[in-house]
């Protein structure tokens, strides 16, 4: 097996990556009151230090009152809020790194454990996260136009902070895909209807949105998934032909890179061919994409909230998609999650080294 093409360069805008290797955006929750802390800092910049091409920072959620359920996640507003993310960037360019935050905004959530909750009710497509659960309000036409435009600040700021890239999250039954979802979008107003492509118009505007604000050069990435925490087997394109329309769509309104989200990378978008979901969305766009899902370590994320661990596993056949060239960046997880030096283990065939993953190390940064 050989990992040569996961260590080629990549370019594209502003991204000038020494190799395809990249940071999954992973939830932390080591933020208090929105506010990433040193630890935080010192988080990422090891993984700079261990030669990830570019880092996704964990979501970060943007100005609206009840973007998040959580008072730990971070925030990607506010002074002291943004200093703390410019602190980041910093240590992580210092470290010889690259890296872009990830924008959210969760819609409608259930409550956090610990019983917080924002000042304000939940707002989604509509007051639903998944069929028969509502907690929250249908977004009128007022909180819609105000979200897009705090998209659009978020990712400017980025870019003002000297991030080297935005990714938009759009997927895993969150606000934009509440939006996308037939499950959770019944609006009969000009961001629903019967189609993906009619629901997708939330979508095409904040993508236009952040582009109109960040400008041509600064490379915008989606994060998308055809599956659902609450639906592993739903898929918004149901077929070759609506994924083409769906995906052609949004890269006309601005995507540079789709970051294609499954649970596990290796496993078909649909029946009669091999490709994954980053390799359809490849070759319906010709854009660049990225694939994630259980890469270099058995299971995949999810089990790990259940307690179930994972160990070391081959990189052959994500090689040999890499190579055929399906997709040209790759989204590491729970691997680079509890080893810093993943990529620098890989690269120097030190797979003695690397290490299992189990739900302890989620407790913690390491």
Known sequence: MS?????KPFKLKSLNLKNRIVMAPMTRSFSPNGVPTENVASYYAKRAAGDVGLILSEGTVINRVASSNDPNIPHFYGEESLAGWQHVINEVHAAGGAMGPQIWHMGIMENHHSGWHPAEPFEGASSFNKPGFANGKAMNETDIAETILAYGRAAADAKRLGFDCVEIHGAHGYLIDQFFWEATNDRTDIYGGKTLIERSKFAVDVIKEVK???GEDFTIILRLSQWKSSD????????PLEMDAWLTLLADAGVDIFHCSQRRFWEPEFEGSDLNFAGWAKKITGKATITVGSVGLSGEFLAAFRGESSVPSSLEEL?????RGD???VGVGRALLSDPNWAQKIRDDRSAELKGFSREALAQLV
């Open 232 to 239: 592993y087997n739903n898929k918004l394109a149901k077929t």
């Open 3 to 7: 990992t040569i093409n996961l260590f």
């Open 327 to 329: 997709f040209d960046l």
């Open 319 to 323: 090689t040999r998609r890499l190579d």
């Open 212 to 214: 109109r604000q960040v």
